[in-house]
């Protein structure tokens, strides 16, 4: 009777043990989303000097763009970035020739032909709570030769399949370690502060 009793003890913990359930759940499956960032995007520096205000406009980009994150439906906290948008000096106009030649001289297009905007991170996924929302990134800026990382605040609009991303924030030459160009032998002086803004049209490819 007893070695009955021990053999069905014996079975009962056996039992136990193999039927536990998991504690630890299987991992969570990550997902590369890509945005195609179209052609159609701009990017704008806003400027002034002692005599008036100017605009520049960046004409295309020098590649075709994609910006990538690892996302699932967990992730949580700061999302890394994978992308950059790749824009050529020389195809900046600031709609004065005068303007538009000490501009791109300024920003040494000759030595670093490319306005480099590096996407780093975002503070967490979009929500899209009524195809909208506002979140802050961070981007590492290289021009003329000098990179810089800066938050930037962007506005986010869904429509349908496009992703509408705005962003602007205020810099300075300094910023980059440039000199302020001044025109007609200092008549012309611009100003050390200058705006930035873009706007890109992306499209999610995966």
Same mark, same amino acid.
């Given at each position: 009777?007893?070695?009955?009793?021990?053999?069905?003890?014996?079975?009962?913990?056996?039992?136990?043990?193999?039927?536990?359930?998991?504690?630890?759940?299987?991992?969570?499956?990550?997902?590369?989303?890509?945005?195609?960032?179209?052609?159609?995007?701009?990017?704008?520096?806003?400027?002034?000097?002692?005599?008036?205000?100017?605009?520049?406009?960046?004409?295309?980009?020098?590649?075709?763009?994609?910006?990538?994150?690892?996302?699932?439906?967990?992730?949580?906290?700061?999302?890394?970035?994978?992308?950059?948008?790749?824009?050529?000096?020389?195809?900046?106009?600031?709609?004065?020739?005068?303007?538009?030649?000490?501009?791109?001289?300024?920003? @040494?297009?000759? %030595?670093? =032909? $490319?306005? &480099?905007? /590096?996407?780093?991170?975002?503070?967490? !996924?979009?929500?899209?709570? #009524?195809?909208?929302?506002?979140?802050?990134?961070?981007?590492?800026?290289?021009?003329?030769?000098?990179? @810089?990382?800066? %938050?930037? =605040? $962007?506005? &986010?609009? /869904?429509?349908?399949?496009?992703?509408? !991303?705005?962003?602007?924030? #205020?810099?300075?030459?300094?910023?980059?370690?440039?000199?302020?160009?001044?025109?007609?032998?200092?008549?012309?002086?611009?100003?050390?502060?200058?705006?930035?803004?873009?706007?890109?049209?992306?499209?999610?490819?995966?």
């Amino acid at each position: 009777m007893l070695y009955l009793i021990l053999i069905n003890l014996f079975v009962t913990i056996a039992t136990s043990f193999s039927g536990s359930p998991n504690v630890n759940p299987p991992p969570e499956k990550n997902t590369v989303i890509k945005w195609a960032v179209e052609k159609t995007s701009t990017l704008r520096i806003l400027g002034s000097s002692n005599l008036h205000d100017f605009q520049c406009d960046a004409l295309g980009y020098a590649a075709s763009d994609t910006i990538s994150f690892m996302a699932s439906q967990h992730s949580a906290g700061r999302i890394p970035l994978n992308g950059y948008l790749k824009i050529e000096i020389n195809t900046i106009n600031c709609h004065n020739f005068i303007i538009t030649r000490n501009f791109r001289t300024t920003l @040494k297009a000759n %030595e670093h =032909p $490319y306005l &480099i905007v /590096k996407f780093l991170s975002l503070e967490r !996924l979009p929500l899209f709570t #009524n195809n909208k929302d506002n979140l802050v990134g961070i981007v590492e800026i290289e021009l003329g030769g000098v990179s @810089k990382k800066f %938050e930037i =605040p $962007y506005k &986010i609009q /869904k429509n349908g399949q496009v992703v509408l !991303l705005n962003g602007q924030r #205020n810099f300075t030459f300094s910023d980059f370690e440039i000199i302020p160009p001044k025109i007609l032998g200092g008549l012309v002086k611009i100003y050390n502060k200058f705006n930035v803004e873009f706007n890109l049209k992306i499209i999610q490819t995966i």
